[in-house]
């Protein structure tokens, strides 16, 4: 059921407060964007400029009241506020206005709530939203309807109310905690097992909407759901992919990122995020044809930098993936080619929805994670087809040659987990293996 909406972006400011890396108005098409991500029916949305905050309300007196009669006159069900607002900021405003009231962090839950898929993803989701309505006045929600048990903040006719008090909530948190301990320590053994292979992880990462599930399905042709939609999907999925050189990778896709991400949504999806920060590789996914791809770029990384992962280093694990360059026109896509090849470390140009440049991102991939390659001649005999057909699967043939004797010569670039593996294999069907120099080294 849609329920009519109106988000208000808070162009507060003030002594103390950093200049924002988002524009008041891309900051309210976001919050439009993202009411609409949970099937709001958006009826109105505006700037509201706060010179300084009032603790009781927020907003002067006489713009609660002219708010209060443009939402009165519109039947409005919902007022979300694109900022941080106290819980007596909350009950005051909902009483004058007769309506319900969110700010940013409790859409944001609201969203997570609707997107998580998995067990791990729905206890975490409802570990940060009982966190952050433990922080509240408990009983300021209770009168609304709930159309879903458990924890999400919106919901229409069908079921009784809900009341919880802090004991009750401290009680499911310490439940909550105890099953992620399960999950998690599952997680490890995944992880645990996927090193003993070992397949180097590459992350994809970026700001919610880059496109990173289109991306993810481009390269493993799965088929994650993908939308033109703020957090489109929420729960990690992984798959192996195989590139160029017969590397095997684990890919994952991820969630994204936002401004101003609740802490405690960081907090609780820190075990989800530990793919990130023990990946041998991330692809930071931009889309290039926003408009605030630089502010959205340094909120990424500024999560990453949260996560321990030192994004300003010159060997950070980090290609950048400009996404989205089939929306661009000629003249703009010229001139971000040419400020890639001026970039200090270049990235890569795709358009994940017609997959040009994807074939330039895994061999990019590939070189990174191949940094400690081999390349090795060998003169396989006629009778060495095993050991030929294992050269295929496993390494990159750079090149082949026809002996007079029906044997082939091949150079092959192999990566260091495999070369001993390689060398084994060789020595069992009496063939020598040769190292040569790498081209370019």
């Known amino acids: 059921m849609k329920r009519s909406a109106r988000p208000l972006s808070d162009a ?22 993202l009411s609409e991500a949970i099937d709001l029916d958006v009826r109105d949305a505006m700037l509201v400029p706060v010179s300084s905050p009032r603790p009781s309300t927020l907003f002067g007196s006489g713009k609660v009241e002219s708010l209060g009669a ?7 069900g919902l007022v979300i506020i694109d900022h941080p607002v106290s819980p007596i900021q909350q009950r005051n405003l909902e009483r004058a206005w007769k309506t319900k009231v969110l700010d940013r962090t409790g859409l944001i839950l609201e969203i997570f709530g609707r997107r998580a898929r998995t067990r791990e993803g729905r206890l975490q989701v ?75 992880v590459v992350a994809i990462v970026g700001y919610t909407n880059a496109g990173k599930s289109t ?32 590397r095997r990778i684990i890919l994952s896709d991820t969630v994204g990122f936002i401004s101003d991400l609740p802490t405690m949504l960081v907090a609780a999806f820190r075990a989800t995020l530990e793919e990130v920060i023990e990946a041998d590789l991330i692809l930071h996914v931009r889309d290039i044809s926003h408009d605030e791809t630089e502010s959205q770029a340094q909120d990424v990384e500024a999560v990453l930098r949260d996560l321990g992962i030192d994004t300003l280093a010159v060997d950070a694990p980090i290609i950048e993936v400009w996404n989205k ?46 940094s400690g390659d081999a390349e090795l001649q060998l003169d396989i005999p006629p009778e060495g087809g095993r050991l030929l057909n294992w050269l295929y699967e496993e390494a990159e043939v750079l090149a082949r040659e026809a002996q007079d004797s029906g044997g082939v010569r091949v150079r092959v670039r192999v990566a260091a987990e495999k070369k001993e593996r390689l060398l084994a294999n060789a ?15």
């Open 12 to 33: 507060t400011s003030g002594a103390g407060r950093t200049a924002p890396l988002h524009s008041p108005h891309d900051r309210l098409e976001e919050a439009r964007g």
């Open 70 to 76: 443009h939402i009165e006159a519109d039947e409005i």
């Open 126 to 200: 409802e570990l940060a939203h009982l966190s952050y309505q433990k922080s509240r006045l408990v009983r300021t929600w209770t009168h609304l309807e709930r159309q879903r048990g458990g924890y999400g903040f919106l919901g229409g006719p069908g079921e009784a109310q809900i009341e919880l008090d802090r004991r009750m909530i401290d009680e499911r948190i310490m439940a909550i905690r105890k099953e992620l301990e399960v999950v998690v320590r599952t997680r490890d053994l995944h992880r645990q097992g996927r090193r003993r292979v070992p397949y180097p």
């Open 215 to 246: 991306l993810f399905n481009r390269i493993t042709g799965a088929s994650v759901f993908a939308k033109h939609q703020l957090f489109a999907t929420l729960d990690p999925t992984m798959r192996e992919v195989r590139l160029q050189s017969g």
């Open 325 to 370: 360059t089939d929306l661009l026109e000629e003249p703009k896509r010229e001139e971000i080619q040419s400020q890639a090849r001026w970039t200090e470390r270049p990235p890569v140009l795709v358009s994940a929805v017609t997959g040009d440049g994807i074939d330039a991102l895994l061999s990019a991939i590939d070189g990174r994670l191949g």
């Open 427 to 441: 020595r069992r069907s009496g063939v020598e293996a040769v190292a040569v120099p790498r081209v370019g080294s």
